[in-house]
């Protein structure tokens, strides 16, 4: 009996992972808008530089919901922006002290195939850093991004100036 009590103490402690929303529909977007939130999720390297963040149409419409809110404004499944709801992984990059960013690419973990990488459907140059867009289904924790700068940042393992950050989805709609 002191086993099965164990064994369902330990079942309970366990994390419920996150699902991330591919498809918004009404009822989704109404949960994006309650839910509120930030607008991305922050990609921040192992060894502690934080490189950017990427969003999903979920984390776009609760950032959209809770700006909102904070003007006092009321945001409804009818108002929410069409590129809000898009089915796209936006992942925005940050130039670094000494190194800007000159691209972002989503790749298989570890591949060093070319063939395979993933590359935007549009990017947007911005002061601060760039912009990338890349369907939706580029979210996976099978892939990696690869942000890539005009100098090194990161120490240089993979022979390019790059830095790699995997997706992790435990908290990620």
């Known amino acids: 009996m002191r086993n099965v009590l ?3 103490a330990l079942l309970a402690s366990v994390p419920v992972f996150a699902q991330v929303e591919r498809e918004m529909t009404p009822a989704v977007i109404q949960q ?3 839910h509120g939130g930030q607008p991305c999720y922050q990609m921040m390297t192992e060894g502690g530089v934080l490189l950017g963040c990427y969003s999903t149409p979920f984390s776009r419409v609760g950032g959209a919901a809770e700006r909102a809110r904070k003007r006092y ?3 409804t499944p009818a108002t929410v922006e069409a590129e809000a709801v898009a089915p ?5 990059a940050v130039h670094q002290e000494r190194a800007r960013v000159v691209a972002i690419v989503v790749a298989l973990q570890g591949s060093s195939d070319m063939a395979s990488v993933i590359r935007p459907t549009k990017t947007d140059p ?18 990696e991004v690869r942000v890539v700068f005009d100098s090194e940042v990161c120490g240089g393992k993979t022979g390019r100036p790059e ?7 435990d908290k990620v709609r």
């Open 126 to 143: 911005k002061r601060g850093g760039l912009f990338a867009t890349f369907p939706l289904a580029a979210l996976s924790e099978a892939n």
């Open 73 to 75: 404004e009321i945001l």
């Open 163 to 169: 830095c790699i950050v995997p997706f992790k989805l």
């Open 32 to 34: 994006a808008i309650e």
């Open 88 to 92: 796209d992984l936006v992942i925005y």
């Open 6 to 8: 164990l064994s369902v």
